[in-house]
């Protein structure tokens, strides 16, 4: 059975939230092309997110996606955050950045009451969660809503677990995929598995709907997951350098050159595992660090960094988040992308 009945949109595809990366402009591309837009709200505050989706009201009337993070907020770590900056202090002085002007925040914030009355507001036909999910109250807003719930689980007992609490559909998300990783049972990285070997355990096991997302970016590999029991696929990477999307220009180049070869994932950039594109940062202290402070705080300390490297043309210090499979992606408008990852339900 596919799954675009329960999207509401033509074809069983997603265009996987991006935050950072895109706007309401690549999601409005993606659904009146036929497939399921999505806005990524987890770094949008309150009055952001209604802009957003006034304008993506303004652009489609049709279904799409509101993804957001259901991580629960940890407290700042004093001495983790020093020995934090203390790792970044070389940086610092090489790039001229003063540590005590350094702004604290979390960065990402997780789904909550103003969010949930967004999401009765405006009904998106879709919501999607990254981390597990919300608080049963929170989620029981959003079932009363209307809209289908999705979430992302990279194991077969985070799949079980979902499907137990009332999730429409599942996103199997393979080791290849770009961006963070939605592990949230186990932080055990060992139990990570690629798409390929983790989408037919789900689809075996499963009642609901399984989507396949991770190292998808052709018809090819629609078609492939299809044969191993996908409902749907959803595709993230591909959808990078499509001119809708709000892709940075050191972003895209580094995906159009040699360097996007070699991602791996690091905790670096938020403080916890994330797929990119391996940078000098990555390179010099090791992708993954035990001094880097618990999602979403290690980010404040790396900021400045970004941003000053970033105004001298560097990506050195910046998040370059990529799936494996990125060596065939080209520029292309969305909906000729999506027309294209189409053709691979046909195959058969």
Same mark, same amino acid.
């Given at each position: 059975?596919?799954?675009?009945?329960?999207?509401? *949109? =033509?074809?069983?595809?997603?265009?996987?939230?991006?935050?950072? #990366?895109?706007?309401?402009?690549?999601?409005?591309?993606?659904?009146?092309?036929? &497939?399921?837009?999505?806005?990524?709200?987890?770094?949008?505050?309150?009055?952001?997110?209604?802009? =957003?989706?006034?304008?993506?009201?303004?652009?489609?009337?049709?279904?799409?996606?509101?993804?957001?993070? *259901?991580?629960?907020?940890?407290?700042?770590?004093?001495?983790?955050?020093?020995?934090?900056?203390?790792?970044?202090?070389?940086?610092?002085?090489?790039? &001229?950045?003063?540590?005590? %002007?350094?702004?604290?925040?979390?960065?990402?914030?997780?789904?909550?009451?103003?969010?949930?009355?967004?999401?009765?507001? /405006?009904?998106?036909?879709?919501? *999607? /969660?990254?981390?597990?999910?919300?608080?049963?109250?929170?989620?029981?807003?959003?079932?009363?809503?209307?809209?289908?719930?999705?979430?992302?689980?990279?194991?077969?007992?985070?799949?079980?677990?979902?499907?137990?609490?009332?999730?429409?559909?599942?996103?199997?998300?393979?080791?290849?995929?770009?961006?963070?990783?939605?592990?949230?049972?186990?932080?055990?990285? *060992?139990?990570?598995?690629?798409?390929?070997?983790?989408?037919?355990?789900?689809?075996?096991?499963?009642?609901?709907?399984?989507?396949?997302? +991770?190292?998808?970016?052709?018809?090819?590999?629609?078609? $492939?997951?299809?044969?191993? +029991?996908?409902? &749907?696929?959803?595709?993230?990477?591909?959808?990078?350098? @499509?001119?809708?999307?709000?892709?940075?220009?050191?972003?895209?180049?580094?995906?159009?050159?040699?360097?996007?070869?070699?991602?791996?994932?690091?905790?670096?950039?938020? +403080?916890?595992?994330?797929?990119?594109?391996?940078?000098?940062?990555?390179? =010099?202290?090791?992708?993954? %660090?035990?001094?880097?402070?618990?999602?979403?705080?290690?980010?404040?300390?790396?900021?400045?960094?970004?941003?000053?490297?970033? $105004?001298?043309? #560097? +990506?050195?210090?910046?998040?370059?988040?990529?799936?494996?499979?990125?060596?065939? @992606?080209? $520029?292309?408008?969305?909906?000729?992308?999506?027309?294209?990852?189409?053709?691979?339900?046909?195959?058969?």
């Amino acid at each position: 059975m596919l799954v675009n009945d329960l999207l509401g *949109s =033509e074809l069983p595809l997603i265009q996987a939230p991006m935050a950072g #990366s895109q706007d309401h402009r690549l999601a409005a591309a993606v659904s009146r092309a036929g &497939g399921l837009g999505s806005i990524a709200c987890a770094m949008l505050t309150p009055a952001a997110l209604r802009q =957003e989706l006034e304008a993506m009201r303004g652009l489609t009337e049709r279904p799409f996606n509101l993804n957001f993070f *259901s991580h629960v907020p940890v407290l700042p770590d004093m001495t983790r955050d020093a020995g934090w900056r203390e790792a970044l202090a070389p940086y610092y002085d090489e790039l &001229g950045v003063d540590p005590a %002007s350094i702004a604290s925040g979390p960065g990402r914030l997780p789904f909550n009451d103003e969010a949930a009355a967004l999401v009765e507001e /405006f009904r998106p036909a879709v919501v *999607s /969660f990254h981390f597990g999910l919300p608080e049963e109250a929170l989620l029981q807003r959003v079932r009363n809503s209307g809209a289908a719930i999705l979430s992302s689980a990279t194991t077969l007992d985070e799949a079980l677990w979902l499907q137990e609490r009332g999730v429409d559909a599942v996103i199997a998300q393979g080791l290849e995929a770009g961006g963070h990783r939605g592990h949230f049972l186990d932080l055990d990285l *060992s139990r990570q598995l690629g798409t390929l070997a983790l989408l037919p355990q789900l689809a075996d096991a499963l009642a609901v709907p399984v989507i396949a997302a +991770g190292g998808i970016n052709d018809a090819r590999g629609v078609a $492939a997951a299809m044969a191993l +029991g996908a409902a &749907g696929v959803q595709v993230g990477s591909a959808y990078l350098l @499509c001119p809708e999307a709000t892709t940075s220009v050191l972003h895209r180049a580094a995906l159009q050159s040699p360097a996007a070869r070699h991602t791996a994932l690091t905790n670096l950039f938020s +403080g916890r595992p994330a797929r990119g594109i391996v940078n000098r940062l990555m390179r =010099e202290l090791g992708p993954l %660090s035990e001094r880097a402070p618990a999602f979403p705080l290690a980010t404040a300390a790396i900021a400045p960094l970004r941003a000053a490297a970033e $105004a001298q043309g #560097s +990506g050195d210090f910046s998040p370059l988040w990529a799936g494996q499979n990125i060596a065939s @992606c080209r $520029a292309m408008p969305a909906a000729e992308l999506t027309r294209e990852l189409a053709r691979g339900f046909v195959r058969g």
